[in-house]
């Protein structure tokens, strides 16, 4: 799934920056960046009301913290958003089960 590629690349771009591969952490985190994007794109707040709303400022959080990550290569700005990365991807996951019946 799309979202288990977004907490794969946030983690090597994380390791990346500790092992000071700088390049390896500037391509996984714009890998990151562009899963919410398109995320962000397909999310019609109009249709969706506040739950979409809401949901586009997780998103943008999300890529915020990360732009800030790659400008600084900052460990910490992606610690700070890997549960968030890490909870979209599982609510996404949890849904994806309900709407097949598989609780």
Do not use: C
């Not at 390896?24 to 739950?51: C, F, P």
């Not at 586009?56 to 990550?69: D, T």
């Not at 996951?93 to 097949?100: C, D, G, I």
């Amino acid at each position: 799934m799309l979202l288990d590629g977004s907490v794969k690349f946030a983690k090597i771009a994380r390791q990346a920056i500790l092992d000071k591969d700088i390049m390896k952490a500037h391509e996984n985190i714009i890998k990151t960046q562009n899963i919410y994007y398109e995320l962000m794109t397909s999310l019609d707040v109009n249709q969706g009301g506040e739950w979409a709303k809401s949901l586009m400022g997780i998103y943008s959080f999300i890529v915020e913290k990360l732009v800030q990550a790659n400008i600084k290569k900052d460990v910490n700005a992606i610690d700070e958003v890997m549960p968030l990365i890490e909870g979209v991807r599982d609510t996404w996951n949890e849904a994806y089960k309900a709407s097949k019946g598989n609780k």
